[in-house]
């Protein structure tokens, strides 16, 4: 019966060609297609309803689906028929090959289906089925869910293409970021990140080579064909073929396997003129298609037939997904963590004083142990934990002087980033705990532009209104408790934290400066932390605090927060040296 019908399992999870004959085969006999293009499939069984769907999405389309029960007179009397599905289909391919069908159909000229994340929900590991879409934008289904983040993309290629070994080319800043994210995402793959510039040929290379542009001329004559893939990260840095930085690439791209995958990944792979793309089209092996260096700059290098461009572009090796295209499917704010590798001398620093804060800590530690009379550990760490909460407060000037040498040791990395950021074009809100830090910001980047404690209302209002009102400065560099509250700064859409706050509230205080009435965008919050410090252990912290603050009172602040954070942080730091 018609109610009944169903795909069956092996022919949903077929290769592309196979699914996209299932698909026509259905459209032909029950799709439609209306003289404004619109097309439909109908069917009285919601299995295959469902199916369909999820046929057209792992095609790359989309599917809107409604129902309702139909009626009608039959010999003076009213009745009901069978619940039908009717499914309106976004495709950018012909979904039919029954010519009368067929020729009607016509490509949409605008509102191309596209999909993006919604959210993203861990539920842990279990066995599924990964099938590859056919759409430009190649997204990867697993069963219902999209995954189309950059760096996540970049790496399911890599896996479904095989592409191992693999070399990834990252701004120096990113190298921990992408590391972390290769191991959450391809487990069991081994990762190496590469340093110094004296390249030393490789009897093996790992699956996933990690290593930044400014080292990486170094390591050119170590890479062979042996290496299958090559993601070239933030691609915008090799802009100018003449750079040492896009040559490099352009000869690593040159010197891999010449059927190996190759991708660029940028936001802003065109800051000024469309000659900047050139070295990109380069290092995909795609330049010849444009008419090679000369030809792409005969034609568009004088920003002439633009249009013709970036249709070419789009039709062979360009997709862009713009935030603004998105924003009605993106949450209103977003907190983003980015890690990165702390200034070596200053790390050494760090290191001691932290070794010096556990050494005292655990000593202090063994003292409530022996206090409390409890022989087994379970009852000395309760002891123990109860006893540093209750005296966590002695140790915050110990434990802020590590915050600060985290800090300062991210600076240099911080500062390459914040000149990544720039490149965008958009303005940033930076924030900071330490008057030192916030200075260093505002000198560098902001023209002196800040707010922090000790300003007159006139001038925290002037620097303000300066952001807000004004295309310079870009930047405007913050106390995160001075401007923690009061302030609108919507002319940006992004905040950066390069220190971090006590408590949730704190932080959430600070970047509603810009997720304010006025802000047309979504919010992004950046939290730039140093790898191997206790930043790492603050923002968890603070994250598991926010969790709970809006669980209990849906978001408002609690005023024991700031000790509890510091309670925590602690005994955590007491955990990593005391013995039982």
Known sequence: KSVGKFIPEMYSFGSIQQ????????????????????????????LLAEQVISLVQSLGGNARSSNKIPTYTHKGEKKSGQRAYTLTLALSFN??????????????SKYLPTRIIKSITEEGLEEAVCIRVSASDCLYITRSHIVTHNTVQALAVLQATQSFPAIIVVPATLKVNWYRETQKWLPGKS???????????RMDWPDITIVNYDILHGWVQAIDDRIKGLVVDESHYAKSAVVRRAKATIDVSDSIDPEGVVLCLSGTPVLNMPNEIVAQLRILRRLDEFGGAKGFRKRYGSSANLTELNRRLRATCFIRR????????????????????????????????????????????????????????????????????????????AVTALKRLAAKAKMPAATEWI????????????????????????????????????????????????????????????????????????????????????NPGEMDQASDRVHRIGQEDSVTAWQILTAGTIDEDIVKLIEEKRAMVNAVTDGEELDSERTGVLADLVVSLTKRGFVA
């Open 19 to 46: 699914r996209l004959d299932l698909l026509r085969g259905l459209m032909d006999t029950d799709g439609t297609i209306r003289p404004d293009g619109t097309v439909q499939f109908t069917t009285v069984s919601r």
């Open 95 to 108: 979904p039919f090959r029954l010519p009368r069908k067929a020729e009607v159909w016509k490509p949409r």
């Open 191 to 201: 990762i190496e990140i590469l340093h110094g510039t004296k390249g030393y040929p």
């Open 322 to 397: 713009l935030k603004s295209d998105v924003l009605k499917e993106l949450p209103a704010k977003r907190w983003s963590t980015v890690y990165v590798e702390g200034d070596p001398k200053v790390m050494v620093e760090y290191l001691e004083a932290e070794k010096n804060l556990i050494e005292y800590l655990s000593e202090k530690a063994k003292k409530f142990a022996l206090e409390s009379g409890a022989t087994d550990y379970e009852a000395q760490m309760a002891a123990v934990t109860a006893g540093m909460r209750a005296s966590a407060a002695e140790h915050l000037v």
């Open 419 to 502: 000149e990544d950021f720039l490149g965008s074009g958009k303005k940033l809100v930076a924030f900071g705990w330490h008057r030192d830090i916030v200075d260093e910001i505002a000198d560098r980047f902001a023209n002196g532009v800040k707010i922090q404690g000790g300003q007159s209302f006139e001038e925290r209002q002037e620097a303000v209104d300066k952001f807000q009102t004004e295309d310079e400065p870009k930047v405007i560099s913050c106390s995160i408790r001075a401007a923690g509250v009061g302030l609108t700064l919507t002319a940006a859409s992004d905040v950066a934290f390069f220190e971090l706050g006590w």
